[in-house]
């Protein structure tokens, strides 16, 4: 073959093809995802099953719209949530943690407890960066704001095998400061209790989250869908 | 201007070869001297930190407490330091030193402007240096395959302008009127890869899409790196390196349009297969599945042609570092792409999924065949650059037992214990309904591949060595004068 | 617009792709791109320097016939 301008415009059209196939159309279907009430109407404030209803003038299929007084989900995250986000980007939580749950028969993913529905792209429309990772070296975290507490998280980051026994997660004890007991003043209320086995210096030194610990636990406490969004109403 | 109208020029498929150009082999190879060399130095020392990052990353991986409270180098950036430096520090600058190499030989070209290119080299691994420094201080994008801060978005981009644009330039001043398939794929991947990277640092990076198209573009983009850029560079230098050091052209030159052709289709489409059960519309899945399968046409047609070639001249063949390496690369080729249309099927993704799997069929890709073919490419280029032999033998079957060896074994070990993994995963206890073993049993029961990963990376180490040695060797002589051993066959009788 | 009007729309766009390639495909033939392909596949030797039917690489201390040009497989 000698022709050139024959293989750029085949080299042209090929890519152009899977950029308007896969980013641009799903952009279409997509980008326009706003949050939603648990169940949506139709035009007269009728209830509908599913995210689409049939106009009954046109016959035309159209978006359903949110119920009057209803909280719409997913809502953004704030604050200190929002900053812990950047300390899990930073840290490469990414790639032993997926977030994302996986429908019931599709893997195990629902009877392992990590989510009660599948994760849907309306979850995720808030979010500036999306981790829907791809390796489960540690378990989905989609939902892991509602099984543990403050304290569970604190003491798993500082050292994930007193929570965990032979865990392969790497400690992020360098998000903590462990400092001396003050003396007049005690010890301070902002410390974390970590067993005996696993403390640096018991009834001497006391391990104080820092700024970004405590925003990356806020952050996790925060992983959650466990509200309804109308997808869930169609049948699967 | 004149510039548009000699471009339309020299895209004219009429266009007279300007015979002022015109170059024997050996001037073609000398006037690439200064950039081949300067590539293949920078790849070279890529390859070495991207190892020491990948011994790291591994040895944490069933060792936690190894560098265990440096922040710097904790696993979640080491592991993106790994990727960044073996795919943009070695694989781009040893395609940029190998590829335009053999581009220029087929265009029998005296290259000129090489300035052009050498800036945007140097740029380019600036821009590198910068990036995973970036990603190692906490300043990375948690998107895989872009973890580079934003700010280095601008300096990669103009390297690879000046790049690119020399690259197109270089076939302007081709002086043959047949492009051979090799400069297809190459010319292929010099337009494909700024138009990937454009648009995922674009739609993700600095005008992020909503929601989930971030992911979508995401696994567009990284996997048409391997597919639109690893891959066409990878097979187009096989197309030239095989037929060229047995002496026989290629067996048909007929079903190596047709490949060409197949992939550039299919590839593409490939990427989404990575997000396959997660939350995105089901066709695009369907669609990427589909062209996954599709692959397996350009593959097989690429695997019966290097295999024709070679056929019958094993013993010839294993008597040349760079047929062993190519061969070995073209083999994997072959092997990882059909593996990789099988692990696109929902059933077998739904065990092969965010496990290990993954991991062995990453390295099987980007070294099992890309790396291999490169060294190959380099065991044939540099002896012709700098008119020189290799200094040793000895290194170079050190070089190619320990990596051959060393990456089977590491992708046969991560790929068994990433599908026990994955089984152990999903199995379901039927009678309680609920996961048949802890997640805890589940981590605990990779750590033994993990320890055995290590090892084949120590293996892996040893041969990395020994080609650095050997390239450093070989740089640190004088050129070869009629006393030395004359270089492969460069100018018989000269 | 709704989910019909894109599926239309995509339709148009795929056919005129189609119809884009199937035009583009009978040019090349018609051009004569497509014939006598095979001979291509040799223009990456070159006579003097490296011909086809020797083997042009060897590990450095293998080659046999170091001082006396490319060994040539009997053809």
Known sequence: MRSLPLLFLGVFFTIASSWVGIVLVSNIQLGGLEPATPELTDAEGNPIAGVFFEDPETGEMRLGLNQDGVEAWPVPLVGAAQRGKRVYEQMGCLYCHSQQVRRQGFGSDYERGWGERQSVARDYIHQERVMLGTMRTGPDLSNVGLRYSELWQHQHLFNPKITSRDSLMPRYAFLYEVRPISETRGPSPNAIEIPEDYHPGPGELEVIPTQRARDLVAYLMNLRQDYDLPEMRREQ | MSFPSTLTEAMSPTAEPKSDLLAKLSEVDRSMKVLGVFFTVCGLLWLMAGTLFALVASIKMHNVDFLGDSEFWTWGRVRSAHLNAMIYGWAFNVSFAVAPWIMARLCRTRVRFTNIFLFGGIFWNIGVVIGVYGILAGHKVGVEWLEFPAYVTPILALAFAFIGVWVILLFRWRQTGHVYVSQWYFLAAFFWLPWLYAMAQIMIVHEPARGVVQSLTNWWFAHNVLGLWLTPIAVGAAYYLIPKVLGRPIYSYYLSVIGFWALALFYNWAGVHHLIGGPVPAWVISAGTVASVMMVIPVIVVAINHHMTVVGLHREGWASPTIRFVVFGAINYTAVSLLGSAMALRSVNEITHFTHFTVSHSHHGVYSFFTMIMFGGIYYMLPRLLNREWPSAMLISLHWWTTAVGVTLMVIVLAIGGFIQGLQLNAIDPETETAAFEFLEVMRATIPYMVMRSLTGVLITIGHVAFFINIIWMLSRRAADGSESKPTLLTPGA | ?75
């Open chain 3, 1 to 75: 617009m709704e989910f019909g009007g894109y599926i239309i729309l995509g339709a148009v766009f795929a056919g005129l792709l189609f119809l884009g390639a199937a035009a583009v495909l009978w040019w090349a033939y018609r051009d004569g791109q497509f014939s006598d392909l095979e001979s291509g596949s040799r223009t990456i030797f070159d006579d003097e320097e490296e011909p086809e039917g020797a083997q042009t690489d060897f590990f450095p201390t293998k080659n046999p016939e170091d001082l006396d040009g490319p060994p040539r497989r009997g053809e």
